[in-house]
């Protein structure tokens, strides 16, 4: 197994076909990059929250955790709540490394898929 593993870092629902798109992704990493350890995490109002999924990835070896914020922008989530989870993170794994990428909604390739998706006309 790879020691360097991603999370999909998202807010959370109580609906359980929220969380559809964020496993999509998931699964389509695990299919692009076999063996490459992903885990979707939350925020709240789902499990596993972040904390839970990175013991997880690290008890199967992870060395180096990604935290992906899959937000459209950084707002109070990625700006106030992530710092302090990492802070906490990083206390009781000290041997593991922690990267934290933008939110995901800020990068350019992702506003100019939103953007090309916007413009096209619906199926009639």
Not at 9 to 16: I, L, Q
Not at 27 to 34: M, S, T, V, W
Not at 47 to 67: E, I, K, M, N, Y
Request: hydrophobic share 50%; net charge negative; glycine share 6%.
């Amino acid at each position: 197994m790879p020691d360097h593993a991603i999370v999909l870092f998202a807010h959370g629902s109580r609906d359980p076909l929220w969380r559809a798109p964020m496993e999509a992704v998931a699964a389509r990493i695990a299919a692009q990059q076999p063996g490459r350890p992903v885990a979707c995490a939350y925020l709240e109002l789902c499990a596993p929250a972040l904390p839970d999924a990175v013991a997880s990835l690290v008890a199967q070896g992870a060395r180096q955790v990604t935290v992906v914020p899959m937000f459209l922008g950084t707002g109070k989530h990625a700006r106030e709540d992530l710092p302090v989870l990492l802070e906490q993170l990083r206390a009781s794994h000290s041997g593991v490394q922690f990267n934290v990428q933008a939110a995901i909604g800020e990068d350019p390739r992702m506003t100019a898929l939103m953007a090309e998706i916007a413009c096209e006309l619906p199926a009639s």
